[in-house]
Each structure stands twice: as C-alpha cells, then as structure tokens.
C-alpha cells in the first residue's frame, strides 16, 4: 500500500528532480502513485497530488499545515481536459481560447458524479481548473494523465515559492520530490475567476486583467473593494453545507441521528446510520473521508447527524474548523 501521509519529522528529504524526460516521467510516477510533487508553473511552484486520490488530497492539506480547507484548483494540460472535469458555458471556452495555456484560473460548476476527491472542491458543487503554460508543468501534467491539485508549495501563512530553494526552505521535509525547474516567470498567483453565476466575479488579480476578460465576456464583477462582495477567495464562506443539522463532539447518537464516527467503533450503536471517518484513528484518512461521508449520511434521508469529537492535532484542525461551520446555525 502507498503510505499517503505527509512525513513531518525532519528526516525525510525529497527528491530533487531535473526537467529532463527521465525527471518527468519520474514526476508522473510519483502522482500517479499519490505522492506529493512540487513543480514549477509560470506563476509560482505548486504542491501537486493526484486529483482523484482523497489521501493524497489530504496530504496537501497535511504538508501546508493549512488549518482550513480551502478548495483547490485541478490542473490539466489541456482544454479538452479541462471540459471532461468542469462544466463549460460559452464564457468558460471563450476565455480559455484566448488565454489557457496560461495564468487564468476558472471556477466552474462540477458535473455530478465526478471521480474528482470532493476534498479539491472543499465539498462544493464547483471546481477551480487551470491549463498551465509552463512547459515543465505541460510536460508533468500530460505524462501523469491525471488532473493534478496543486496549491502554491507553501505553508499556510507563508509567501508563494517562485524557486525551488524556496520550496525546500518551506516544506522541504513534507514534500516527496521538487522538481527543480528554475525560477516562475510571472511570480505572482494566477487570475481566478468565478463562472458558476450569471454574473463572472473576480475572485483573485492576476496577470490576466479584466479588462481583457471583458472585451471577451461582457461584465467582470470585482469583489475588491465592493463590500457586498464575497470576502477574498481564502476566506469564503461558501463551502457546501449538509442539509441535515450537525451536533458535534456527540459521544453516541440518539434514535433518530446518523453517526459520523472517529476511531475504532466500540461501542453500541442506536442511530439509523453509521459511517466511519477513520477506524485507526488516521487524520488523514479522516480528511480524505469527510466531505464524501457527509454528503452520504446527509444523502441518506436523516435530519440530524451526530459527530464523534476530533482531536484538534495537525488535520485535526481543519477538519474542525469544517464541521463547526456545518453545525453552525444557517440564516
Ligand atoms: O497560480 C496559481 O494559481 C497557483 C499555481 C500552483 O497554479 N496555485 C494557487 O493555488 O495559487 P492556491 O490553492 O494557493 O489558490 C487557489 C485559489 C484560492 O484562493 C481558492 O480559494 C480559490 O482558488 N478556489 C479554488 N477552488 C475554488 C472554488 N471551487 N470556488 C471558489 N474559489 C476557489
Ligand atoms: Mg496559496
């Protein structure tokens, strides 16, 4: 079995890897089998994992040290690509003709049914996709056939890594290989851009203007500055919530509540269902499960759902910090 779980003890280096065809096809290998692999894009290094793989998700939320789950974005090499795992409207392929390959990020709605981890879309019904320019990044990304979820190869709090010093020096110990391609070109996150409503919505400036957006799609909302807006994309608020109320640190559930549980499962059972995050107690295992368990229970009729508690350690904290706002009282 592949051991997903990020190394956090100082042990462990990573490889260094060369853009040569051998270091790419390494790179491949190594998504592929779920590991984690910081790589170059013109804009700053990413953490790259297997898009479809839930633990390796997860452990890039284990490696940044993120206490929250934002959602991610899904890099593929290509426009068709991008089509088989976001919905595109006439915008969507508009704007990517002009500029994929290239520093724009769109945020789509998923088709159901995706084989992507609902861990990328921190359980939303949207997806953030990007064609990277870059040729290592192009080169990756084709020969690991697989989306890569990719955050910038920093820890939480820090600045984005254009180098691959950089990289070393911020997860150095929590990555299994970098590859070594030099310095990014624009040095500054990609441009995202939010296409799920009528109206697109800028969530994050980049290299790609709206101006340019504009000529192409007609009005560009622009949430800086504008107090109505959404809080900048680190901060929304939006993540999926379960239809059903969520009562935390539950240590049994009563007749009518599903149970969602943590660690070994000893003791009697009363609810109507129960799905376990984690029999071994494994945070990251816990992760990977959450979002998908949360959407089966809720999936599964009941009105209540109980959570067992989560001990408030490494993922532990993000995993918390989702589950409060899912028993938060809605408005
Ligand atoms: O330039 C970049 O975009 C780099 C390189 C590696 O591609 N990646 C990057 O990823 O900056 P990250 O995770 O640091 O930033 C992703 C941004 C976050 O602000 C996140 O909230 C937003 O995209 N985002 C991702 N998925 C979203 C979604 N479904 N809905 C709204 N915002 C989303
Ligand atoms: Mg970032």
Redesign the pocket.
């Known amino acids: 079995m592949t051991d997903h779980s990020a190394p956090d003890t100082g042990e462990k280096r990573p490889a260094l890897i060369p853009t040569t065809p051998a270091g790419i096809a390494q790179a491949g290998e190594l998504l592929r089998a779920g590991r984690l692999v910081a790589f170059p ?1 013109e ?5 790259g994992a297997d898009a479809t793989d839930d633990r390796a998700v997860a452990a890039i939320f284990a490696a940044k040290g993120r206490p929250q789950f ?4 899904a ?1 593929v090499p290509d426009l068709a690509s991008a089509q088989s795992w976001g919905l595109f409207d006439d915008r969507a392929h508009d704007l990517a003709t002009q500029f994929w390959p290239g ?1 724009l ?1 769109m ?1 789509v709605p998923r088709p159901a049914n995706s084989a992507l981890s609902l861990l ?3 359980g ?1 019904d ?3 996709i ?1 064609v ?1 320019g870059h040729p290592v990044a192009q080169a990756i990304l084709r020969t690991a056939g697989k989306p890569i979820a ?4 920093n820890r939480s709090g820090a600045v ?1 890594p254009t180098t691959p010093h950089h990289v070393l020096e911020s997860l150095g110990d929590r990555v299994d290989a970098i590859v070594t391609g030099g310095k990014c070109m ?1 040095g ?3 441009t ?1 851009i ?1 296409l ?1 409503g009528p109206e697109a919505v800028l ?2 400036p ?1 290299a790609v203007l709206p101006d340019e957006m504009e000529r192409l799609i007609g009005p560009v909302r622009l949430s800086a500055g504008d107090p109505t807006a959404p809080k ?3 901060q ?1 608020e ?1 993540h999926y919530a379960p239809n059903a109320a969520v009562r935390l640190n539950a240590s049994s559930a009563e007749e009518d509540e599903a149970f969602l549980t943590f660690g070994p499962d000893r003791f009697v059972f009363g609810g109507t269902t129960r799905l376990n995050l984690s029999l071994e107690g494994d945070l990251n295992e816990a992760a990977a499960n959450l979002f998908s368990h949360l959407r089966s229970l809720d999936q599964s009729g009941t009105r209540r759902i109980a959570v067992m508690p989560i001990p408030e350690v490494g993922l532990g904290l993000a995993i918390n910090d989702r589950l409060r706002r899912a028993a938060a009282p809605r408005s």
């Open positions: 894009t804009t700053v290094y990413g953490l934002n959602p991610l974005i890099h520093p990020t945020v990328v879309s921190a939303l949207s997806i953030a990007r990277p990719a955050p910038s190869a984005s624009v500054l996150e990609s995202v939010d799920t969530l994050r980049g900048s994309p680190g929304l939006s």
